[in-house]
C-alpha cells in the first residue's frame, strides 16, 4: 500500500536512500568488532573547512600549548573547537572526573558535524573513561578520525576492539606545534592525503612482515593487558613507544604482555623511542633484544616515533609492510 501522494520506489532504490542518509551501512562499513589482525575501517580523510573537536580525556594541559596547537591545525584549513575547560576531577593529574571526560569524548564523536576527534594530551586517565563510553551508541556514528598517542593508546585499543575503527597514532594536540617540521608535514599528509610516511629503523632482527598495525605506548598496553577492551598483536605488525620508564619497569611490562598471550601470533615488532628511560640507552636496546628478539620475527629498534619531538604518525588498523635488512636498516612503510 503507498499512502496518498507518494511515490513508490523498488526496496534496492530504498536501501540505496537510506544509505546516502546516513541511516544504513554495508556490512563491511558498520562500526563493530573485529578480530586482531583484520584490517580495519578507516575512516574518511580532511579535507579544509572540517571540522575537528579537541578533548581531554586524561590530563589537564598547559593553555599555551593548547593556544599553539590550536593555531598549528588551523593553519591547516582546518575549523578546531577549543577542549572544554577543567572541571571538578578528583585528582590533580586529571582535567575533570571520569563521568564529564567520557561525555565529552562521546560527544564529540556523535557529532555528526565534527570529522576527527583530536585528544588534547596524555598523562593518565583514558583507562579510567573505556568503560563508561557508550559503545552501542559510538557504533552508530559516522566513523571519524581518532589521533593521539602515549595515554591515548587505551583509546585506540579500546575503538579498535569495540568498533573495528582505524585510528592515528601520532601527535597529540600540545605536541603537534612543538613536533619537528617531518613529524608536522608527515601528520597533515597523513590525516588529509591519505598518505602515510615511512617510518626508518636500525636493525635487530632482520626479515619482512606483513600485518595490520598495532599498539601504542607499552605501559598502557601492558596494564590493559586482560581486559576486554585490549586488541593483541595477533597476525599484526606491533608498535611500541614508552617514556620516563626505568628499564626495570619495561622488562615488566613485556613481561606482562608475553604472559598475556598479547605477542601470540604478532609477525614483526617496531620499537620507537623510548625516552628518558634510565641513564644508559643501551641498556634499553639489550632488554628488548633479550625478550622481543626471541620472538623470532623481524625487529625494527629507533624508529621516530613517541615523545621526542619527531613523532611519525602511523594508522593503526591499516596494513603495512615491515623489511629489516642485514645491512643494519629497515623501513616499516604503509602502501597507499
Not at 507518494?6 to 568488532?33: C, D, F, M, Q, Y
Not at 573485529?34 to 575501517?41: D, E, H, Q, S, V
Not at 620499537?271 to 625494527?300: E, I, K, W
Request: glycine share 10%; with cysteine.
Amino acid at each position: 500500500m503507498v499512502a496518498a501522494g507518494a511515490t513508490p520506489v523498488t526496496s534496492r532504490e530504498l536501501i540505496h536512500r537510506l544509505r546516502a542518509a546516513g541511516l544504513r551501512r554495508r556490512k563491511s562499513e558498520a562500526l563493530r568488532p573485529r578480530k586482531p589482525g583484520r584490517t580495519l575501517l578507516r575512516p574518511r580523510i580532511l579535507a579544509p573547512g572540517d571540522t575537528v573537536a579537541t578533548v581531554a580525556p586524561a590530563g589537564p594541559a598547559s593553555p599555551e600549548r593548547v593556544a599553539a596547537g590550536l593555531a598549528e591545525l588551523r593553519s591547516w584549513g582546518l575549523e578546531v573547537r577549543e577542549p572544554g575547560p577543567a572541571g571538578s576531577a578528583p585528582h590533580s593529574w586529571l582535567v575533570d572526573s571520569d563521568r564529564a571526560r567520557a561525555d565529552a569524548l562521546t560527544a564529540a564523536w556523535l557529532d555528526p558535524g565534527v570529522a576527527a576527534v583530536w585528544c588534547v594530551r596524555g598523562g593518565y586517565g583514558a583507562q579510567r573513561v573505556v568503560d563508561l563510553l557508550d559503545w552501542e551508541a559510538l557504533a552508530h556514528a559516522t566513523p571519524k578520525l581518532l589521533v593521539g598517542f602515549s595515554d591515548v593508546t587505551a583509546l585506540h585499543q579500546a575503538f579498535a576492539a569495540r568498533l573495528g575503527v582505524a585510528t592515528v597514532l601520532g601527535p597529540v594536540l600540545t605536541s603537534i606545534a612543538e613536533a619537528d617540521e617531518a613529524t608536522r608535514v608527515a601528520t597533515r599528509r597523513l590525516l588529509m592525503d591519505g598518505r602515510a610516511t615511512d617510518v626508518p629503523g636500525s636493525t635487530a632482527v632482520p626479515g619482512g612482515a606483513d600485518g595490520v598495525l598495532v599498539g601504542g605506548n607499552l605501559t598502557v598496553l601492558a596494564t590493559s593487558a586482560g581486559t576486554p577492551l585490549t586488541h593483541e598483536a595477533t597476525d599484526s605488525i606491533a608498535v611500541l613507544e614508552d617514556v620516563r620508564e626505568e628499564p626495570y619497569r619495561l622488562d615488566r611490562s613485556i613481561t606482562q604482555l608475553l604472559r598475556a598471550g598479547w605477542f601470540d601470533g604478532v609477525r614483526g615488532i617496531v620499537c620507537g623511542q623510548f625516552t628518558a628511560c634510565g641513564d644508559d640507552p643501551q641498556v634499553v636496546r639489550a632488554l628488548l633484544m633479550d625478550r622481543l628478539g626471541s620472538l623470532g620475527v623481524p625487529l625494527l629498534l629507533d624508529a621516530p616515533m613517541g615523545h621526542d619531538r619527531s613523532n611519525l604518525p602511523l594508522p593503526l588498523g591499516v596494513r603495512a609492510r615491515l623489511d629489516v635488512a642485514d645491512s643494519g636498516r629497515g623501513l616499516l612503510s604503509v602502501p597507499d
